[in-house]
């Protein structure tokens, strides 16, 4: 009995453990439009750290932003400390009002993105290299829009369900409409 009634609390527990989703920033402002802030010229500056959360490397990035119609075109060039230099050209299909698909030569299928007030939720696999072969990583990318250039994205990768590391940066807009 006691079992049982233990089971049905942890049940209820876990039930009322809900994550936070986008939906939650619904009204935060400044309204984050993707097409708006990815235009034009933005640079990245952040860190990778591993799974105990200790910065392994840092890196910048340039990033060149054009949108045609629906389709967006992120072409995203890194330089990490260590000197290695990285390209991600991402390409973003608008699927509804405040959904986008995207892909990029290192996701496997395609990223998932919602949009709401001043925020960006991506889930999606990223192929890294891992000694002579590679691994596929679960991504759960956050970004959050914190001033009309500046937007901050946390990302958290995982394998398996497991938290093996984590990537924070600062994405900032430039030249002519930065504001």
Same mark, same amino acid.
């Not at 984050?32 to 910065?55: D, I, T």
């Not at 390409?91 to 998932?112: H, I, K, M, Q, W």
């Not at 940066?169 to 030249?175: K, Y």
């Given at each position: 009995?006691?079992?049982?009634?233990?089971?049905?609390?942890?049940?209820? %527990?876990?039930?009322?453990?809900?994550?936070?989703?986008?939906?939650?920033?619904?009204?935060?402002?400044?309204?984050? @439009?993707?097409?708006?802030?990815?235009?034009?010229?933005?640079?990245?500056?952040?860190?990778?750290?591993?799974?105990?959360?200790?910065?392994?490397?840092?890196?910048?990035? @340039?990033?060149?932003?054009?949108?045609?119609?629906?389709?967006?075109?992120?072409? @995203?060039?890194?330089?990490?400390?260590?000197?290695?230099?990285?390209?991600?050209?991402?390409?973003?299909?608008?699927?509804?009002? @405040?959904?986008?698909?995207?892909?990029?030569?290192?996701?496997?299928?395609?990223?998932?993105?919602?949009?709401?007030?001043?925020?960006?939720?991506?889930?999606?696999?990223?192929?890294?290299?891992?000694?002579?072969?590679?691994?596929?990583?679960?991504?759960?990318?956050?970004?959050?829009?914190?001033?009309?250039?500046?937007?901050?994205?946390?990302?958290?990768?995982?394998?398996?369900?497991?938290?093996?590391?984590?990537?924070?940066? %600062?994405?900032?807009?430039?030249?002519?409409?930065?504001?």
């Amino acid at each position: 009995m006691k079992r049982t009634l233990l089971a049905i609390a942890w049940v209820v %527990v876990l039930a009322g453990c809900t994550g936070i989703t986008v939906e939650d920033y619904r009204g935060a402002e400044p309204k984050l @439009e993707l097409e708006s802030f990815f235009q034009g010229p933005l640079s990245a500056h952040g860190v990778v750290k591993n799974r105990a959360g200790r910065v392994i490397r840092t890196f910048n990035a @340039e990033i060149a932003a054009d949108w045609d119609g629906d389709t967006g075109t992120l072409v @995203e060039d890194f330089v990490f400390n260590d000197g290695e230099e990285q390209r991600r050209v991402w390409t973003l299909r608008r699927t509804g009002p @405040e959904t986008y698909t995207g892909s990029a030569g290192d996701v496997v299928g395609d990223a998932e993105l919602a949009l709401a007030g001043n925020s960006l939720f991506l889930d999606y696999v990223l192929r890294v290299p891992y000694g002579d072969s590679s691994i596929d990583l679960r991504v759960d990318d956050r970004m959050y829009l914190v001033s009309p250039s500046v937007l901050i994205n946390e990302s958290v990768m995982s394998k398996f369900g497991v938290r093996v590391g984590s990537l924070l940066l %600062v994405i900032e807009r430039r030249g002519p409409g930065a504001r």
